[in-house]
Nanobody, 118 residues
């Protein structure tokens, strides 16, 4: 079973930056989109950013202008550059790959902790 492997989380002061990366342990074909979600303590999981196979991106309003999602096509990886971090960005971040063919299926990473201190 192919897994998504995340890296780049950690502890940072408010105003700082972190870069998350996610890549599959094996081959995944027909990826429709890649994304990052997060779950803060006591809250539901929410979409942070998503990028489609065509390069279209969308972001949660709370991170627009601060976070940038991108792809490394050579590695089939997805990256999340997080700048101007705030305490409210503290959460576990999960990457997600969505496949539509032959059936709709979501791959999930194991999660990486991001902690922003004020």
């Amino acid at each position: 079973q192919v897994q998504l492997v995340e890296s780049g989380g950690g502890l940072v002061q408010a105003g700082g930056s972190l870069r998350l990366s996610c890549a599959p342990s094996g081959s995944i074909f027909s990826i429709n989109s890649m994304g990052w979600y997060r779950r803060a303590p006591g809250k539901q999981r929410e979409l942070v950013a998503r990028i489609t196979s065509g390069g279209t991106t969308n972001y949660a309003d709370s991170v627009k202008g601060r976070f940038t999602i991108s792809r490394d096509n050579a590695k089939n990886a997805v990256l999340l550059q997080m700048n101007s971090l705030k305490a409210e960005d503290t959460a576990i971040y999960y990457c997600n790959y969505r496949v539509l063919v032959p059936v709709e299926y979501d791959y999930w990473g194991q999660g990486t902790q991001v902690t922003v201190t004020s």
